[in-house]
Every structure is written in structure tokens, then in C-alpha cells.
């Protein structure tokens, strides 16, 4: 696939293109948006194809009768990608990560448990403990001189009798971590001595760079199995995520059978038929598409870094390990908070995520998505030049 072919989303009804004004109350026509956690590129020709076979059918009713096909079918793609194996029976079908996080808290916590997550970290983890009134709990990574790694003494010192759950993010977004086997282990020796259950947000798995290796957290250890839940989609990998389709990995029957049962009670009966569909093709036939996206991918990356060291220094920057996500420090520049997102917004005319959304230790740092064309970064990493060049507090 040409990825540096021109390509635009405006007009489908894209969060990240058409919803500005909605989300953001940004309505400039100028704008430049690399926010939203999905790829201007097409999804794979063989998923689209999938979709209008199924479309072309013109009978859109019940879904039934494709679990074991859609098994076999995911199975395989973690087996050959991530060496996971675990019995069939595993993999949940759910809507999405976020849903299935918020399902999780509620079944396997009470109102006033604690739950444990890892700041910085994608939004929705703060929100799934809050919105379901549990007390949250952080254990903030470590910023290091060459990225960040997890405070183990901060979490053992935080952990009591209430922490029931510790939901983790593997690659990590927004910092780009893929986390070592060694590291892997010690959270989990911890965890497991005090009974804490793990989820395992793995939505990146499949969007690791040179060098690194993407560790299911089902194979930290044989035990595992029985006390970690691991959350994976098609949805970063093949850019389907408004088709609503996600795996949760429970090889644990209590723990499945607790999940399923809460499935039920709020009525998730089966999934989207497009979606299914979608997620059988993808995972069947998109191997291809996806090892040239990540050459794609890593290029991009490359070229953030190379660019920043010679453009904008003061702007720090660690390449990410996984993930299409830059974690860009502005603290340099002395600013933070809203006066940073002016600059970037306003002066750069550059859409990208907030970091103090993603915990307070994001307050001077942006996030910018590098899931698009060459050309587009470049765009905007020259408006962003000008605009800090042009601010008093360079």
C-alpha cells in the first residue's frame, strides 16, 4: 500500500476530522489534526472488501453461528504474532476495550475498592475507576534520562486490603513503553501476592517497532492465566475502530464466567455484523497490510526524532518502543496547562491531545498521533517550529 498517498477523512463522519467543533469547540478550517488515536490511512483492502461482500448480501438480521470460525481465526493471529497459547474457549467477544474496562471494574470490584492505574495513562482508565465509584489509586511511572520504567516501591507502599484491581497498559499509550519479560514479572509477583487482579489494556500489541518485543501478559508466567485479564482489538491495528469490536482474553473459567454473566445482565448478545466480519478479515488476511504499516510506522518515527534534534530541540521527545504516539515534552518552553495548548492550537493551528488529560504528570506535554502520511507531520511539525519561535518564552 502507498501510505504517502493523498488522503482525506473529512466528511465520514471521522471524530478526529469532522468532530473538532463537537469535541473540541475548535472550528478553524486551518487546523491540522493528528489527536484521535486512529490512522488516516484506509483499512486494509481485504477488510473493506470483507464489509461489502456482507453488505451486498442485503439481509442485515440476527447474528448467529460464528464462534467457532471467528475462534480459530483469532486464535491463530495471537498464537503466530504473540505466542499465545491458551484453550479457545478464552476469547470474549465484546464491544469495546473501553466498555469492556468499565465492565471489568464492575464485576470484579465493589463501590469504594481501590483500583490501581499507571500515570500517565490513557484517559479512559481514570474514568472507568471514577465513573463506577471506585477510589483510584496511582502509581505513577518513573521518568527516566531515557524514558520511563514503573515505580515497584510507590505500588507496594500504596497496595492494601481494598486494591482489588490494577489495570495496565501494554504498549503503553502515551509513553510508547513495550515492557521487558523482567519487568513483566515483578508486577506480577506483586500483584499476585496481594490477591489483585490485572487487566491488561494490549489495544498496541500488534504496533512494535525494531527491537522490541510485545510480551502477552498471559505468558509472564504459568500462573497468570488465573489472575490476569488481557483486553485486545483489531481496532489500532487495522483502523476499524467506529465498527466497535473487541477480544477479552479470560482463561480463567471463574473469572470468564463472572464476565460473561455481567455481559449478559446488560444485554451485549452478540456483536456488530459488519464488525465480526471485519475482525475475521482482518485477523485472517491483513498480516501483509501490517508489516508494511510498520515500516510505514517506524519511518514516521524516525523521522519525529531526527527532525525535533535538529529543528526544536527544546522539545523532548524518546522514541516510543510501540504505538503510533509521540509523547512530546514542552517543558523547556516553560508552559503548561492551557497556555501550552494555545500555543499549539491556536498559534500552531495543530490539533494534538491534551497531556494533562492523561494524568497530571502529562501538564507540559502533548501527544501527537504519527499515523498518517510523512508529509502531514512534517506540515505540522513546521507550524509547530514557527509558533515556538515566535513565542516570548524561547
Known amino acids: 500500500m502507498n501510505f504517502d498517498a493523498p488522503y482525506s477523512r473529512k466528511g465520514s463522519y471521522s471524530l478526529k476530522h469532522d468532530g473538532l467543533g463537537e469535541r473540541c469547540g475548535l472550528t478553524d478550517e486551518d487546523l491540522l489534526p493528528l489527536w484521535v488515536a486512529d490512522m488516516d490511512f484506509p483499512s486494509p483492502r481485504v477488510v473493506q472488501e470483507a464489509i461489502i461482500r456482507r453488505a451486498e448480501q442485503g439481509s442485515y438480521g440476527y447474528v448467529g453461528g460464528y464462534q467457532p470460525q471467528y475462534k480459530d481465526i483469532v486464535s491463530s493471529w495471537f498464537a503466530g504474532r504473540h505466542d499465545l497459547q491458551v484453550d479457545k474457549r478464552a476469547f470474549l467477544l465484546n464491544d469495546t476495550i473501553v466498555a469492556g474496562l468499565n465492565r471489568l ?13 499507571q500515570t500517565p495513562v490513557y484517559p479512559p482508565f481514570h474514568r472507568a475507576v471514577i465513573n463506577n465509584d471506585r477510589e483510584l489509586v496511582y502509581n505513577p511511572l518513573k521518568k527516566t534520562a531515557t524514558g520511563y520504567e514503573m515505580d515497584y516501591d510507590d505500588l507496594i507502599a500504596k497496595i492494601d486490603d481494598k486494591c482489588k484491581i490494577l489495570i495496565f497498559c501494554s504498549p503503553h499509550n502515551p509513553v510508547g513503553r513495550v515492557w521487558h519479560m523482567e519487568e513483566l514479572k515483578t508486577l506480577w509477583e506483586i500483584c499476585s501476592r496481594h490477591n489483585i487482579l490485572i487487566v491488561s489494556d494490549e ?12 510480551v502477552n ?5 504459568p500462573l497468570a492465566k488465573e489472575g490476569v485479564i488481557v483486553c485486545t482489538s483489531p481496532h489500532k491495528t487495522f483502523n476499524m475502530a ?4 473487541s477480544n477479552l482474553i ?4 471463574n473469572l470468564r464466567h463472572a464476565y460473561a454473566e455481567t455481559l449478559t445482565i446488560e444485554g451485549y448478545a452478540s456483536p456488530n455484523i459488519f464488525a465480526l466480519v471485519a475482525c475475521m478479515a482482518a485477523y485472517g488476511k491483513g498480516a501483509p497490510w501490517v508489516d508494511e504499516l510498520l515500516v510505514y510506522l517506524e519511518a514516521n518515527r524516525d523521522f519525529i526524532a531526527q527532525y525535533l534534534a535538529q529543528e526544536i530541540p527544546q522539545i523532548g521527545y524518546h522514541k516510543p518502543e510501540g504505538t503510533f504516539l509521540a509523547w512530546l515534552d514542552f517543558s523547556a518552553f516553560g508552559l503548561e496547562g492551557e497556555k501550552l495548548q494555545e500555543l499549539i492550537f491556536q498559534q500552531a493551528k495543530v490539533v494534538l491531545n491534551v497531556g494533562a488529560t492523561f494524568g497530571a504528570e502529562g501538564n507540559t506535554f502533548m501527544r501527537l498521533n504519527f499515523a498518517c502520511s510523512k508529509a502531514q507531520i512534517e506540515r505540522a511539525l513546521e507550524r509547530i517550529k514557527k509558533a515556538c519561535l515566535n513565542s516570548r518564552n524561547i
Not at 471494574?105 to 492505574?117: A, E, H, L, M, P
Not at 501478559?217 to 508466567?221: E, G, Q, T
Not at 479470560?250 to 473459567?253: A, S
Open 250 to 253: 479470560i482463561p480463567n473459567d
Open 217 to 221: 501478559f498471559l505468558n509472564v508466567s
Open 105 to 117: 471494574v464492575r464485576t470484579f470490584s465493589q463501590k469504594g475498592d481501590k483500583v490501581i492505574i
Open 203 to 214: 489495544a498496541h500489541a500488534d504496533i512494535v517497532y525494531s527491537g522490541n518485543k510485545h
Open 242 to 245: 467506529g465498527l466497535h469490536i
